[in-house]
C-alpha cells in the first residue's frame, strides 16, 4: 500500500466518528509518536520468510514466493502481538519453526488533535494481514492475538463499533477507584486506578445514552472479533483486572451484583477455538475455509509463553516501552496495594505486575544509535551510584502502585555513558525490587530470570541485571510476544482438533 494511503485513514479500515474522551481519567500514555503528523515517517513494513536449505538448517530471506526453496505444504500457525507502538506477526509450524515474521508501526489515523487508536490498530491488523506471503496463507489453520493488559474498549454489542475512545493500558480513572473498592475484597486486582474494571466503572458513570447496547472488551478481544465476528469473547488472562475469577471460572457475585455486569464479554481460555475466519476477510486474502480464530491472552503473557519457562522458579522480564515481570509459581498471588496480580496458566500460576519504566523512558532521552553508543562504553561490572526512578511521567503501577510517583532522573552527570549507566542500572533495581516482593508475599522463589522485549538485544543491560538481580539472566530463545501467541493458535487447533466430532 503507497505510503500516501497509509496517511490517510481508509474509510473501510477506519471508523470516521468522533469518540468522545473521558475527562475524569488520565492519559499517561505518550502521543509523542504522532505529535507532527507532517513530519511523520512511515516505517517500512519488515517481513522475512524461513526458507528452507538443502543441508536441512534455515535461513532468512526477503518476502517474495520466488524465495522459498522447499515448498511448504503443512498446517501453519499465526500469532500477532499489538503492543504499545506498533505490531508484528510470526507463522510458526506444529514444531514451533518460524515460516514468516513481519512488524508493523502504528499509522497516525487523527481524530481532530487526538489519535484515533481504535482505527490505527485496525488499519494494523489488515496491513499484517496483506503483508504474509501470499502462498501461505491457505495453510493457516489457526490465529490468535494478544494486546496489552487493561487497553479497554466499550462497543455496540450489534455493530462493535466502539462508542468512547479507548482506555489506554496505563490510563487511571481516580475517579471510579473509591466505587471499586467499596464492592471487591480488600486488595483486590480491580482496586487499582489502572483496572478494567476502574475504566469500566468510569464510563458508565460518564456515559448519558442508552447503555443496554454496549460490550466490554479488550484491545485482543476487539481485534480478533474482526476475524471470527462473534461479538462478546474474552480470555481469562484478559479478563483479570476487569474482576473474572481464573481460579472458579467465573465472575463474582460482587461483580455480577452490579447493573453494569451486562456489559461483561464470555470468559473461555486463551488458547480456545471461537470460530471460522469470517468470510469475506478470508475471500480478500486466501485464507482457508477451515481456518480458525483463538481467543488471545495479554502482551506480556504472550512473551512469557514465548520464552517457554515451563518450571516453577523461572521468570520472564519483558522490556519493552514497560518492564514487566512475569514468574511461574505454584501458588496464587494477589495484591493491589502493590499491584501485584496472578494469572491462571494451566495448572500454575503466573505471578507479576508491570512497572511503568521501561524503554519508554529510554526512547524519550537516546535515539537507538546514542543507546548503542553509549552502551559500549558502560562497564557492566561496575556498580553505578546514581539512584533514579526513571518513569516516562508521573504514575506507578508496579512494584509500587502510586498514581502520583513522579519520576526520578537527576543529578545528571557530564558524561552521557554514565548517565546511561545509571538509568539502566536504576531499572535493574526496580525488576530486583519487584522479584523480592513477589518472594515476600509467597510467590515461588526466582531461580532463573529469561529476558524478552526490546531491551533484552543490549547484552550490557543483561549483565547489569545478572549482577543486580543475582541470578543467571538470558534472553529468550524466542522473544517475541507474537510467538507466543502463534503458539496459543497452535494449542487451539490441537485442542479443537482433540475434540470427538
Partial sequence: MPTQQLLQCSPTLCFASSLPIKKGCSHIYSGKLFSNVNKFKITKMTTTSIVATASGTNKKGRNQDHDVV??????LFLGMDFGTSGARYVIIDKHGIIHAEGKRDYPPCMDGNSVDWTSSWKMTLFLLLEDIPYSLRPLIVSISIDGTSATTIIVDSNTGKPLWKPFLYNESCPDALPLVKSIAPENHTVCSGTSTLCKLVSWWNSYNLSKDAATLLHQADWLLWLLHGKIGVSDYNNALKVGYDPETESYPKWLLSQPYSIMLPSVRAPGTSIGCIVEDIRNQYGFSKDCVVCTG????????????????????TSLGSTLAVKLLSTSRIDDARYGVYSHRLDDKWLVGGASNTGGAVLRQIFTDEELQELSAQINPMQTSPLDYYPLPAVGERFPLADPKMAPRLQPRPQSNADYLHGILESIARIEAKAYGLLKELGASEVEEVFTAGGGSKNEKWIQIRERVLGLPVSRAVQTEAAYGAALLALKGFQRKSSRPS
Avoid at 491472552?297 to 520472564?316: H, M, Q, W
Wanted: charged letters at 20%; hydrophobic letters at 40%.
Fill in 70 to 75: 522447499q515448498q511448504v505444504t503443512e498446517n
Fill in 297 to 316: 491472552t495479554t502482551d506480556s503473557i504472550a512473551a512469557f509463553l514465548a520464552a517457554r519457562a515451563s518450571e516453577p522458579g523461572k521468570a520472564v
